[in-house]
């Protein structure tokens, strides 16, 4: 584990770097930030408070014990033995040309220095460095600990050796990281947004509609078809089975029609600002800030699991991020096994406040899962004809489990042999205290029959060995599986 610890600086602690605060410190890293501003250290907290209430939730797996959090006296005490240095300061040139002048008189040489800027090029950004081949731009999307995607840009001085480093370790911390093939103002995202916000501030200006209809035109449509297909994925399946070409060919007309303003900007002032501020305080104005993001992470954690669920997206991000979460260790089949180990997600509530049974259930059933994939009856064994179908579950509920708490399964064998095995499954909370125990009853089938059938190899052995080591175990009191 030591060799995959690493040390972030964060120059500069506002919402984006506080995000990027919180990413890599839930990742494992040890985090230093630096910022001149008295209030930093609340602010940065408040952000951390909001990951991990949210970014856990996420996987189906224990995210790496949380880093160290230290805030420096300066960039020099922040960048120092730091692996990723990432400035997030006020989007003006000279000042982020300063900041990454200082920041590389005291950082390591091999240390990747990124941007966060959402608008300069990095060619702009190293003018004048002393290494402009040691700093690249790393745009992400607030809320950073939860939004996946980072715009990757190099100018023509960064080697290739920097770039894949970079996209290594983004994507060693959950993150969806995207090499822009050459640099731009505004990168590519920023200038998509951009185009939408202009046309949003005409249609305001005009008065064709107010902010909330705007959004609400947004999140009830297209804003939902972008979330899981993006823009031209979703125009090719439009054009139905003669495809993108079909799609272009039917509504390509329409660009030279008068539809947009896009190469105009509403003037902003004070009378278009007042009037945007004040149809959007009428919007959402009876909510905090805070109160805003929590809605928003409970949003966006919601969307996303559910397209784990489809491995889709930003769910099959998120699943390949369980799988290098997920523990290859060997199994010592003489105690019980962990099954699971995770976060209680924020979309696991009831309107009681806590986990529901649903969830319990879905628990248990992805330890059982983990559990024979242990037993080698993995996608492999599946995929040969074999598999255990479950023929009765028994639950009892103990305690509340809460979002954001820490939850784990232990896992054993009661009885096995032939085509049945019963399991047990405890739930436990962090301080180990029981929130609920499970029996299953399974019965191995061949796939192709439908029918029972005894286990085959590798899965028959490993059983075998299993079965002698977990039933000398003492037996839970008050079994019931299997009883008539």
Not at 120 to 134: M, R, V, Y
Request: proline residues 5%.
């Amino acid at each position: 584990m030591a060799a995959d610890k690493h040390t972030a600086a964060i120059i500069g602690g506002g919402v984006i770097g506080g995000g990027w605060a919180a990413r890599f410190l839930l990742n494992g890293w040890d985090v230093r930030v630096s910022d001149p501003d008295p209030e930093a250290e609340r602010k940065i907290n408040e952000v951390l408070a909001n990951a991990r209430r949210s970014l856990p939730g996420l996987y189906n797996q224990k995210l790496p014990p949380e880093g160290e959090l230290t805030f420096a006296a300066s960039i020099a005490d922040a960048v120092d033995g730091a692996d990723w240095i990432q400035e997030s300061v006020p989007e003006r040139l000279e000042i982020k040309q300063s900041v990454l002048g200082e920041i590389q008189a005291a950082a390591p040489a091999g240390a990747v220095i990124a941007s966060s800027t959402s608008g300069f090029k990095p060619s702009e950004l190293a003018d004048g460095a002393a290494n402009p081949g040691q700093i690249l731009v790393a745009h992400p999307y607030n809320p950073v600990y939860l939004l996946p995607l980072v715009e990757v840009v190099r100018h023509p001085d960064v080697s290739d050796d920097i770039v894949a480093r970079a996209m290594h370790l983004l994507t060693a911390a959950g993150m969806k990281p995207v090499q822009i093939k050459k640099e731009i103002d505004a990168h590519i995202g920023d200038r998509l947004l951009e185009a939408v916000w202009r046309e949003a501030l005409w249609l305001i200006k005009d008065d064709y509609a107010t902010t909330e209809e705007i959004d609400d035109i947004m999140r009830y449509s297209f804003g939902i078809r972008w979330a899981q297909m993006g823009l031209f994925e979703t125009y090719r399946t439009a054009g139905g089975e003669a495809g993108m070409e079909h799609f272009i060919a039917q509504f390509a007309p329409a660009l030279a029609w008068p539809w947009s303003r896009l190469t105009d900007v509403p003037d902003l002032d004070a009378a278009l600002t007042k009037k945007i501020a004040a149809q959007s305080d009428a919007q959402s104005g009876n909510h905090s800030i805070r109160e805003l993001e929590r809605l928003r992470d409970n949003n966006l954690v919601a969307i996303m699991r559910a397209l784990k669920g489809q491995d889709w997206g930003a769910g099959a991000l998120l699943n390949q991020h369980d799988a290098r979460l997920r523990t290859q260790e060997d199994v010592d089949w003489s105690g019980p096994v962990e099954t699971a180990n995770r976060v209680v997600p924020l979309d696991w509530l009831d309107y009681n406040g806590h986990m529901n049974e649903t969830h319990y259930l879905e628990v248990v059933s992805k330890a059982c899962d983990r559990f024979l994939i242990l037993l080698g009856c993995d996608s492999t064994y599946i995929e040969a004809g074999n598999s255990y179908f479950t023929v009765e579950n028994i639950i009892n509920h103990i305690d509340e489990a809460n979002a954001g708490d820490t939850i784990r399964v232990e896992s054993r064998i009661i009885e096995g042999g032939g085509k049945k095995l019963h399991l047990y499954h405890e739930l436990l909370a962090a301080d180990g205290h029981t929130l609920a125990t499970a029996e299953q009853m399974l019965i191995h089938v061949s796939l192709e029959t439908r029918r029972s059938s005894l286990p085959e190899e590798p899965v028959a052995s490993v059983l075998e060995s299993a079965i002698a080591a977990q039933t000398q175990m003492q037996r839970p009191e008050g079994l019931k599986a299997g009883k008539q």
